[in-house]
């Protein structure tokens, strides 16, 4: 199975901040890697696929980057509805597996 | 567009078996596209537990070993979870979500709301 690893597990920023958060794969996923955002009470959004793909009607402050083993999601000048917990995910190979998440708090 | 609606029982007994539903509303379920449970456990991250193709094809997470087993009814438009011997580590909010595939990826692009579902005796 593919583990999936990120990091940190928890953040805490200040709106108008910019975060990067790390994903690393215990083997290569190619760009089967997707980002998804959890507030909690409400479903998973899924906002980047293909590692850089933005969704559509997902801003553009949010950009994922990488392929193989490590991504990274960033999301620039951080917005108050941005604090959630982002999930990584690959899809290359069964079981699908999520990273633990990270949890964005407000500072 | 799509929409998907998680229903069943809020409260399963040790032992027994979880059964949810998930309606698909604003499109077919014979779209190209396979259909996923995803659960949260409390305090705890997102774990795939298998999905569907609309023609029946089905993938497990082996972690839940033969417990697991997921249908869909075309007549019907939706898509059936079924997990046997539960116990309290079952407890979670289900979702099930659609899968979607593009040349160089899947990915979950609608989810329902989820659905919590407790084991308690």
């Known amino acids: 199975d593919i583990q999936m690893t990120q990091s940190p597990s928890s953040l805490s920023a200040s709106v108008g901040d910019r975060v990067t958060i790390s994903c690393r794969a215990s083997?290569?996923?190619?760009?089967?890697l997707n980002w998804y955002q959890h507030i909690p009470g409400k479903s998973p959004r899924l906002l980047i696929s293909a590692a850089s793909s933005l969704q559509s009607g997902v801003p553009s402050r949010f950009s994922g980057s990488g392929s193989g083993t490590d991504f990274t999601l960033t999301i620039s000048n951080l917005q108050p509805e941005d604090f959630a917990t982002y999930y990584c995910?690959?899809?290359?190979?069964?079981?699908?597996?999520f990273g633990q998440g990270t949890k964005l708090e407000i500072k | 567009q799509v929409q998907l609606q998680e229903s069943g029982p809020g409260l399963v007994r040790p032992s027994g078996t979880l059964s949810l539903t998930c309606v698909v509303s604003g499109g077919s379920i014979s779209n190209r596209n396979w259909w996923n449970w995803v659960r949260q456990s409390p305090g705890k991250g997102l774990e795939w537990m298998g999905d569907i193709s609309h023609s029946g094809s089905a993938n497990y997470n082996p972690s839940l070993k033969s417990r697991v087993s997921i249908s869909v009814d075309k007549a019907k438009n939706l898509v059936s979870l079924r997990l046997n011997s539960v116990t309290v580590a079952d407890t979670a909010v289900y979702y099930c979500?659609?899968?979607?595939?593009?040349?160089?990826?899947?990915?979950?692009?609608?989810w329902g709301k989820g659905i919590p579902v407790t084991v308690s005796s």
């Open positions: 979500a659609r899968g979607n595939t593009s040349d160089w990826d899947y990915y979950m692009d609608v």
């Open positions: 083997q290569s996923v190619t760009s089967y």
């Open positions: 995910h690959q899809s290359l190979d069964i079981p699908y597996s």
